[in-house]
């Protein structure tokens, strides 16, 4: 079965820093990967997802994401944080059977 | 386009009660999750549903636990009794066919049981 791994549980950037969250994923065959964004009170808002083609995709809000097969990782980046970013960031890997994996999240906080 | 909407928005019950939280998913998506987070143990898939038929109830927590879905726009997810470990945040999630489809969730339901 698939699993998702995310390294950092918490992540302080100062606003306007860049920021690069990080997901390493185990699964055999081309994952589907997607990142989501859950602000506090709130559900999972869906922020990009990578299925097949260029590895480098363009999400909402600013955000872009690599997938590095070699790696077996599918970062999150942007280039600018802003302070509406602060949140939980969940990476999610998806397979053929239905099943979706989701990461413990990484909790990034924004100095101003 | 509405979203997926859980009702309550948040629930506090005593140990013993039954709880019965609420989710009508998007219009047309025929998948179904629900889902628990705790603090402790992250988001954890409870069961999942497709064409309203429970597909994996393997997360359920105990026999405590029962989910419906009784038609394509609702569906339920009952705790009965209720006790305090049950405290926790219950989201719905829904779905189109294809694995390669993002789950779209609901605002959740934070449930306390004292």
């Known amino acids: 079965a698939q699993s998702v791994t995310q390294p950092d549980i918490h992540i302080t950037v100062s606003e306007g820093a860049s920021l690069e969250l990080r997901?390493?994923?185990?699964?055999?065959?081309?994952?589907?990967?997607?990142?989501?964004v859950q602000s506090p009170g709130q559900g999972l808002q869906l922020l990009l997802k990578y299925f097949s083609g260029d590895t480098l995709v363009q999400g909402i809000k600013g955000f872009e994401a690599e997938f590095k097969r070699s790696q077996s990782s599918f970062n999150l980046r942007k280039p600018s944080v802003h302070w509406s970013d602060a949140a939980e960031y969940f990476c999610a890997v998806g397979a053929g059977n239905n099943?979706?994996?989701?990461?413990?999240?990484?909790?990034?906080?924004?100095?101003? | 386009d509405a979203g997926v909407i859980q009702s309550p928005r948040h629930e506090v019950t005593e140990m013993g009660q039954e709880?019965?939280?609420?989710?009508?998913p998007i219009s047309g998506h025929d998948y179904l999750f629900w889902y628990r987070q705790t603090m402790m143990r992250g988001l954890e898939l409870l069961i999942y549903f497709n064409n309203n038929v429970p597909i994996d109830d393997s997360g359920m927590p105990e026999d405590r636990?029962?989910?419906k879905m009784p038609n394509a726009s609702f569906s339920t997810l009952k705790i009965q009794p209720s006790e305090p470990r049950d405290s926790a945040v219950y989201f719905c999630a829904?779905?189109?066919s294809g694995s390669n489809q993002p789950q779209h969730f609901?605002?959740?339901t934070r449930l306390s049981i004292l």
Request: hydrophobic fraction near 35%; aromatic fraction near 20%; include cysteine.
């Open chain 2, 65 to 67: 636990f029962s989910a």
């Open chain 1, 99 to 112: 099943d979706m994996r989701f990461g413990a999240g990484t909790r990034l906080t924004v100095k101003p």
């Open chain 2, 19 to 24: 709880v019965t939280l609420r989710c009508k």
């Open chain 1, 23 to 36: 997901c390493n994923y185990s699964y055999g065959a081309t994952p589907y990967l997607f990142w989501y």
């Open chain 2, 106 to 108: 609901g605002d959740g």
């Open chain 2, 94 to 96: 829904s779905r189109w």
